[in-house]
């Protein structure tokens, strides 16, 4: 059996923890080059260059080339969406047909947090600079995200180590515990709740959405961003999380207004969460000291969700994770053209790739979150892990 269907086994997918190897004979200096020397042109060499050989299959179709004419479209779009969801605001007035304004514009504000996404990762522009300050702006102003805040989160760790315990912030303990071994040190009520979590995880994705406003608003105040822009960031926040209730409640009165922010807060967390939860979360979690290959540790650890390009309208390309992970700076529009060369490539070096539907990837994740939950000892302990790391 292949090493790597142990380590994608979908409905486990839970920590792998690599076995610990007997320390090495003492060798001198010249022993250790001469080992070296021989590892030269070996398959552990070929193991490690199976991304560059991918990455060039990749650049020879053209699919990092930047697409300004489709960003273009997407920035129109949604600028004429933001028209037609204030209209809906101030048009309908003081009437509870405001909850259908509420949910316009919590799917809009998703569909304008993907943009500055794909800007973060520079699939829009060529130059740093502009895509920083276009993140910065719609982030902060459009949001009420911190750029600053989430391109560290987001970019330097999570897409550095995805699924790493104790260094991807995705997974670290909070509300929520991803591995037996945080949910062993709960007490009291937090042990009672971490042994049910996956039960509470769909209702607790209501309030992501304000968990990304307080985590930025206290990383800006904290100093926490990783972009020197510290108070423009504020400002910009400011206006947005001020500004927004102060418009609803001007159009709609203060108590439908304040119900209108409620549920677009809660309806953007649930479409922000939808988006990247099934990606990663219930995939195999490995220990801190681990080093798997560039290829096999996206892969692995991500988790592809099925439905095309219907699907990759819903969740910003983000159905398309192993392809996103292993070329961030691809334009998502172009990621549904790589899957099957990405695909084909890790059916010829036997490495397994994931795809699940929407429905099923929320399955997986809530039986996990309850198993781990209750601290029991992961069903995944796979010494096979070692033979993924780099040489």
Same mark, same amino acid.
């Given at each position: 059996m292949n090493p790597s269907d142990l380590i994608t086994s979908e409905p486990s997918s839970p920590t792998a923890t690599a076995l610990p190897t007997p320390a090495p004979d003492r060798a001198t200096r010249a022993e250790v080059l001469e080992r070296r020397r021989?590892?030269?042109?070996?398959?552990?060499?070929?193991?490690?260059?199976?991304? !560059?050989?991918?990455?060039?299959?990749?650049?020879?179709?053209?699919l990092l080339a930047r697409r300004p004419g489709w960003n273009a479209m997407r920035f129109i779009l949604l600028g004429l969406g933001y028209v037609m969801s204030f209209a809906m605001l101030f048009l309908i007035g003081e009437s509870w047909?405001?909850?259908?304004?509420?949910?316009?514009?919590?799917?809009?504000?998703?569909?304008?947090?993907?943009?500055? @996404?794909?800007?973060? /990762?520079?699939?829009?522009?060529?130059?740093?600079?502009?895509?920083?300050?276009v993140s910065t702006i719609i982030g902060?102003?459009?949001?009420?995200? !911190?750029?600053?805040?989430w391109l560290k989160k987001h970019n330097a760790l999570h897409h550095a180590n995805p699924n790493k315990a104790g260094v991807d912030g995705d997974?670290?303990?909070?509300?929520?515990?991803?591995?037996?071994?945080?949910?062993?040190e709960r007490t009291g009520i937090a042990k009672w709740f971490a042994a049910r979590q996956g039960?509470?995880?769909?209702?607790?994705?209501?309030?992501?959405?304000?968990?990304? /406003?307080?985590?930025?608003?206290?990383?800006?105040?904290?100093?926490?961003?990783?972009?020197?822009?510290?108070?423009?960031?504020?400002v910009f926040i400011a206006v947005r999380l001020i500004g927004f209730p102060l418009l609803a409640i001007w159009a709609a009165g203060p108590l439908i207004g304040s119900v209108l922010v409620i549920v677009q807060v809660a309806v953007f967390g649930v479409h922000?969460?939808? !988006?990247?939860?099934?990606? @990663?979360?219930?995939?195999p979690i490995v220990p801190k000291d681990v080093k798997i290959d560039f290829l096999r540790r996206q892969t692995l650890m991500s988790r592809n969700i099925s439905g095309g390009r219907p699907m990759g309208f819903l969740m910003g390309?983000?159905?398309?994770?192993?392809?996103?992970?292993?070329?961030? !700076?691809?334009?998502?529009?172009?990621? /549904?053209?790589?899957?099957?060369?990405?695909?084909?490539?890790?059916?010829?070096?036997?490495?397994?790739?994931?795809?699940?539907?929407?429905?099923?990837?929320?399955?997986?994740?809530?039986?996990?979150?309850?198993?781990?939950g209750l601290g029991e000892a992961d069903p995944f302990d796979?010494?096979?892990?070692?033979?993924?790391?780099?040489?």
């Open positions: 021989a590892k030269r042109g070996t398959a552990e060499q070929e193991f490690t260059s199976d991304f !560059s050989a991918l990455m060039a299959q990749v650049k020879e179709a053209g047909w405001q909850m259908a304004t509420a949910v316009v514009f919590a799917a809009l504000f998703t569909q304008t947090a993907y943009v500055a @996404h794909d800007a973060a /990762h520079r699939q829009i522009f060529t130059n740093g600079k502009v895509g920083e300050w902060n102003l459009f949001i009420g995200l !911190s750029y600053g805040w997974i670290a303990p909070g509300a929520l515990v991803f591995t037996a071994e945080d949910a062993r039960w509470f995880f769909l209702p607790l994705l209501t309030l992501a959405g304000l968990q990304l /406003h307080v985590n930025s608003v206290q990383a800006i105040i904290k100093g926490q961003s990783s972009i020197k822009r510290r108070w423009i960031e504020g922000m969460g939808g !988006s990247f939860a099934p990606n @990663h979360k219930g995939r390309g983000l159905n398309y994770q192993i392809e996103h992970h292993l070329f961030p !700076s691809m334009p998502s529009v172009n990621l /549904h053209k790589v899957q099957p060369m990405v695909r084909e490539y890790c059916r010829q070096k036997d490495i397994a790739y994931t795809e699940t539907t929407l429905l099923e990837s929320f399955r997986i994740i809530i039986a996990y979150l309850n198993r781990v796979c010494p096979v892990t070692a033979q993924f790391r780099s040489r």
